[in-house]
């Protein structure tokens, strides 16, 4: 990359700050309804600028708590967290990822996808929605984030929660409204929360 194509992308995370930080001095609040929050990763780790993405992201946290993201965003943080060597959170964010999104990881990796009789919730958890992923196993500055993660989804502690999740996920498909899939939906959004 070249100083100036290293200088337009770093202008673009100065002007999306920029329109964030003004719209919440004009509302009071953050209301980006442009999705603005969601591009500064993608940017950062074009730079490969880890500690920069992972300075955003505690920002993207304080200012959007309630905010669960989507899959390509988690995957972001999940590499941030990762090449910053936050491996714990690291292992944590990937299970989100993987909750998010199923086929993700596995796009990343080049592994074929699960073919799983589950319910999608949300259009973010269709395999188009990875099929978009710009990441992939390949790319030098990703190598050593991939054996980390080819390990980490072959361990013991990640197959145990993806197995439960996909679990609850098949159940819901065919329980109906009631008590039953109320505990189903209250465990499945508890899993993350007792992560050790």
Known sequence: MT????????????KIKRELAYDKR????HDDSRGLRYLPPEL???????????????????????DSGYPTFLFE?????????????AEK?????????????????ENEFLNLDIKHMSNWEVESMAEELLYNKNQIEYIDFANWLSNFVRSQNFNEYANEFLDIQKK???????????NLIVRLYSMLENYK
């Open 26 to 29: 004009r509302h009071g609040f």
């Open 93 to 109: 964010m990937t299970l989100k990822t993987f909750f998010s999104n199923i086929y993700i990881i596995d796009k990343f990796l």
């Open 44 to 66: 950062f780790l074009k730079l490969q600028d880890y500690s920069g993405a992972l300075r955003y992201f505690n920002w993207f946290d304080k200012n959007f708590s309630d």
């Open 3 to 14: 100083p100036k194509q290293i200088e337009r992308i770093q202008n673009k995370i100065l």
């Open 77 to 89: 943080w999940t590499i941030t967290l990762f090449k910053n060597g936050k491996i714990k959170e």
């Open 172 to 182: 819901l498909k065919h329980e109906p409204v009631g008590e039953t899939r109320s």
